[in-house]
């Protein structure tokens, strides 16, 4: 049983920053990327950021230059360090993996989703 476990999120000021984890747990034999997806209320959800095994990175436009992705591959865990954080960047944010658990086929998985709300 494999589960996407996320940590993080809160409520911060405008600008501030905040970090959000995530951690692939149960028996991964392997994960060909990991990333963040968000959605706000009343909007479509859309990705964040995303780091491909073997190094890609995309993130949404409106998110570069202010948060950036990470993996450790040892521990299965993927971070989101997010800087001068808006209003705008307020929603729902979900940890999301391709992965493959040990004896099954590769599909994706999606964390329970953690609240950032940005706001004075």
């Known amino acids: 049983q494999v589960q996407l476990l996320e940590s993080g999120g809160g409520l911060v000021q405008p600008g501030g920053s905040l970090n959000l984890s995530c951690e692939a747990s149960?028996?991964?034999?392997?994960?060909?990327?990991m990333g963040w997806y968000r959605q706000a209320p009343g909007k479509e959800r859309e990705l964040v950021a995303v780091?491909?095994?073997?190094?890609?990175?995309n993130y949404a436009d409106s998110v570069k230059g202010r948060f950036t992705i990470s993996r450790d591959n040892a521990k299965n865990t993927a971070h989101l360090q997010m800087h001068s954080l808006k209003p705008e960047d307020t929603a729902v944010y979900y940890c999301?993996?391709?992965?493959?658990?040990?004896?099954?086929?590769?599909?994706?998985?999606w964390g329970q989703g953690t609240q950032v709300t940005v706001s004075s």
């Open positions: 780091k491909i095994d073997g190094g890609n990175t």
């Open positions: 149960g028996s991964v034999f392997s994960i060909n990327y």
């Open positions: 999301s993996a391709f992965l493959t658990a040990r004896g099954t086929l590769g599909r994706s998985y």
